[in-house]
């Protein structure tokens, strides 16, 4: 497991833009694990929202942010990002950051092992 940061969730109107950060101290283990972002909103489940391998080769995307969101990675700095573009009230979420050792992107919830805290984005029409 990695101890995972998150950063940079805020307030913003709709159509407006957020980057979200990810990062870890673990060190060399950082670019062995795949990496996702999921969120949940108030008195929803949490959801699967994208994420990469750990080569960043492969990504998949949940339907609802295709076109809007990119995710990256940069193992040199052990972090991977999250740009929103577009945003939505819907949108509306706390987003938590996940690692998975096997190293392979993932949908589902339980292939992640590590967790972040988890950082506010909240969308005004």
């Known amino acids: 497991q990695v101890q995972l940061v998150e950063s940079g969730g805020g307030s913003v109107q709709a159509g407006g833009f957020l980057s979200l950060s990810c990062t870890t101290s673990?060190?060399?283990?950082?670019?062995?694990?795949?990496m996702a972002w999921f969120r949940q909103a108030p008195g929803k489940e949490r959801e699967f929202v994208l994420s990469i391998d750990w080569r960043g080769r492969y990504t998949y995307y949940a339907d609802s942010v295709k076109g809007r969101f990119t995710i990256s990675r940069d193992n040199a700095k052990n972090t991977v990002y999250l740009q929103m573009n577009s945003l939505k009230p819907e949108d509306t979420a706390v987003y938590y950051c996940?690692?998975?050792?096997?190293?392979?992107?993932?949908?589902?919830?339980?292939?992640?092992?590590?967790w972040g805290q988890g950082t506010q984005v909240t969308v005004s029409a």
């Open positions: 996940a690692a998975a050792g096997s190293g392979l992107g993932s949908t589902q919830a339980e292939q992640y092992d590590s």
């Open positions: 673990s060190g060399r283990s950082f670019s062995n694990y795949a």
